[in-house]
């Protein structure tokens, strides 16, 4: 069975520019994140989405980030402009059951900004 | 939030079984025990979860103490492979809980 898929797997781009980081979710599932992980701050859940409607997004860090899910099977989360600060390892996990359920991670996309 | 308690780091030899502790004296009844394990270079991936009763499943099993204060993830025969980040997380029921990972516990084997 394919598992979440993320792309790209790295991102390297200069400062001031746009980033789209992409997710396909594992079919059925009717919850997805967006997490961040960086060695000073550990993994961080920055937004989730129940049946593509965002339900919590106080983890989002500011204006600049933005997620969005157009249907069940794709989501994006957008950074504009991007910034050296937000270098990091993004992961998307989908679950069922609910939230509650185990979370299924994509394998990430590292992100650097120059 | 009730918070955990996990060592640094431990050190195992392959084909053995680990103990991997998790302090949790703040857990509340409606708070379920998670266990995550992140391998180099992937996202992290579920191992177990329970509430109040030891659970077991084909990864690893789960031991809860009888005042849930404390639990232990076991693995029962290291292989090169469980070398990971190990995250012990706790979880309230509800439907819209989160998972919110701490620094979790190195954990090492040893050929």
């Known amino acids: 069975d394919a598992g979440v898929i993320q792309s790209p797997r790295h991102e390297v781009t200069e400062m001031g520019q746009e980033v789209t980081l992409r997710c396909k979710p594992i079919s059925g599932h009717d919850y997805l994140f967006w997490y961040r992980q960086t060695m000073m701050r550990g993994l961080e859940l920055l937004i989730y989405?129940?049946?593509?409607?965002?339900?919590?997004d106080s983890g989002m860090p500011e204006d600049r980030f933005s997620a969005k899910m157009p249907n069940a099977s794709f989501s994006t989360l957008k950074i504009q402009p991007s910034e050296p600060r937000d270098s990091a390892v993004y992961f998307c996990?989908?679950?069922?059951?609910?939230?509650?359920?185990?979370?299924?991670f994509g394998d990430g996309t590292r992100l650097s900004i120059l | 939030d009730a918070k955990t308690t996990q060592p640094n780091s431990m050190e195992s030899n392959e084909e053995e079984p680990v103990h991997l502790p998790c302090n949790h004296s703040t857990i509340s009844g409606t708070d379920y025990i998670h266990w995550y394990r992140q391998l180099p270079s992937q996202g992290p991936e579920y191992v177990i979860h329970?509430?109040?009763s030891n659970v077991n499943n084909r990864m690893a099993s789960l031991a809860i103490a009888e005042d849930r204060k404390s639990s232990t993830l076991i693995l029962h025969r290291a292989t090169l492979r469980d070398a990971a980040v190990y995250y012990c997380?706790?979880?309230?029921?509800?439907?819209?809980?989160?998972?919110?990972f701490g620094k979790g516990i190195t954990l090492s084997v040893r050929p």
């Open positions: 997380i706790l979880r309230k029921t509800g439907a819209n809980s989160k998972l919110t």
């Open positions: 996990a989908s679950s069922v059951q609910g939230a509650f359920g185990p979370q299924h």
């Open positions: 989405f129940n049946n593509n409607v965002p339900i919590d």
């Open positions: 329970g509430l109040t």
